[in-house]
């Protein structure tokens, strides 16, 4: 298991577009992917678990990566949270 803390810089924070983009990319890894923000834990591959945990713009999460690609994972994630989930 591996986890890393990021800030969301998206103005808007992670709503549907950005969401649907960090769920796309966390699909792509066999491993657990899940993030925590405010006592609040929700799976990276589901968009509305995403959207339900209402990260805003500048707020910290800490991702959580469990599994065989687990590393690979989470630095993509943290890469496209950085750039700005194309936005």
Request: aromatic share 4%; glycine share 8%; hydrophobic share 35%.
């Amino acid at each position: 298991m591996v986890s890393g803390t990021v800030v969301v810089h998206n103005t808007s924070g992670l709503h549907l577009k950005p969401a649907a983009r960090f769920c796309d990319e966390a699909l792509k890894y066999r491993s657990t992917i899940t993030f925590t923000f405010d006592n609040t834990t929700a799976n990276a591959k589901s968009v509305l678990s995403i959207l339900g945990a209402c990260v805003k713009c500048g707020d910290q999460i800490e991702i959580v990566c469990n599994g065989e690609d687990e590393q690979e994972a989470l630095q993509n994630l943290t890469r496209i949270i950085n750039e700005g989930l194309g936005e």
